[in-house]
């Protein structure tokens, strides 16, 4: 510490703390002032301001543009290209093609009416009765219907009455057999005429005829006989009956259980119709087509229309919106293309934006194709995103980052010392390190010159001026306190 001078002002005691002596016909400042103690020197007056310092420099934060990265994984894959079907099998079958959902529905339960033809027999011990002579012999007829004008229906009916309902036509018969005492009569000729649609049966043994003739007006038996000998016949057969029935066949039908649209072009079952052709929509099908017959085999061509994944892109407020389709089956670097082109197309966000600059990151270890933009000044632009529909796409989590949105300029700190120097004032201002502590602040102060000094074991700054100022601009927590 410096010796401290003091002199009278009056009868008053005043510490001096300027002091100037003439150089020449000059006055000037005396900084220090130096006396013998004996043989030792010693300082007896000085001419210096100190300062404390506490806190710390600001933190720098200049103005910069702002980064903004958008992209796709290097996997990424947009969709959409139509799948073409050309499929044949047997039976039911899904994700026909490939696509899923797509099937062929076969109804294996189909029920449809047809007609049939078969042999009717009756059984043994059928009630035969006695109705007279007709060429010399006794005639039977079944149940006793009249011999001359019997109906066909009558007649059926009494002999096979189980059959009476379903369209079993004696027109479609192709004759008779009669059995008689383990002998079985066929068609022959009869002797005794021939009258239309007559049908004799040739002699069953000694002393036995056998034979039926019967005779149609339209649909109806006018005339018919049997001799069935002295001994009833053990059973009747009509062969070839032809009737109505019902049969099981085959049904089939396209049904798109897919969420995209399905145009069938052809197809249909092998052995029945053709599928209806045309657009099928999502969760819609065609009508049945009929096959009355146990295939089941079918084809179907057509195309399964895709979808392309979408993209939307916006900032917090809105004032930049931009949208865009991918195209069919786009990778990954056409996707990074077609998203740097629709934001080039936008005047807004081009207005703070320079065109992009292609990239290839890895995020979170995954490999990205990305494009990114640098503001064209410094922007404080509101966030972004950007979001992706994948429809028929594939590996479509979108990737966006910004990295220096938000910055808010911070200025570097400075101090300015003011002191007399060699009679003159002079102004010396540093620049401090950007959240400089206060060793460092007052050690960057002290190279503004010679009269300035730092002692850190004390946090002071010396100045050899008692009038000297310090003045802190963007300071953060940096103070320099006068003494």
Known sequence: MAAKLFGLEGSTVRRITKLFALDSSTPRRVKKLFSLDGSTVRLIFEDFSTFTISG?????VSP??????????????????????NASASGDASNVGGISGLSIDVDSSHTYSTTATSDVSTTAGVSMVYVGNAGNAPNYIPNSPNEWGTSESAWKSAIFGQYGNDGRTMANATGFRITVGGKVYGPGSYSG???????????GGSGQKCFMRYRYAGAQLTHWLV????????????????????????????????????????GGLTAGGNFATGNLAAGASTAFITANSTNEAWTL????????????????????QVSGTFGDGENATQARDRIQSVLNANSTFQGKFNTGVDADKTISGVAHKVVTFTSDSPENTSDFSISVTGN????TTPYEATTTQGATQSLQTTVQVTRAVEGSSVSSTKAISSQANIDTAGAEVAT?????????????????????????????????NKD
Not at 64 to 85: L, T
Not at 194 to 203: D, L, Q, R, V, Y
């Open 301 to 320: 061509t057509g195309t399964g229309l895709k979808n392309p994944a979408t993209f939307t892109i916006s900032n917090a407020n809105n004032s930049i």
């Open 392 to 395: 028929d796409g594939s590996n």
């Open 448 to 480: 503004l010159g010679g009269d300035i000094t730092y002692d850190s074991s004390t946090n002071k700054l010396k100045v050899q001026d008692v009038d000297a100022t310090i003045n802190v601009s963007n300071a953060g927590s940096l103070a320099f």
């Open 227 to 266: 001799f069935g000998s002295y001994s009833q016949p053990s059973s009747i057969t009509i062969p070839g009956f032809t009737y109505s029935a019902s049969s099981t066949g085959r049904r089939a039908r396209v049904v798109n259980g897919s969420n995209r649209n399905f145009a069938v072009s052809g």
């Open 56 to 60: 710390t420099a600001n933190q720098i």
């Open 193 to 203: 005429g021939s009258t239309a649609g007559e049908i004799g049966w040739t002699s």
């Open 64 to 85: 910069v543009n702002e980064i903004v990265d958008f992209g796709v994984r290097s996997d990424f894959n947009a969709g959409g290209s139509d799948v073409s079907v």
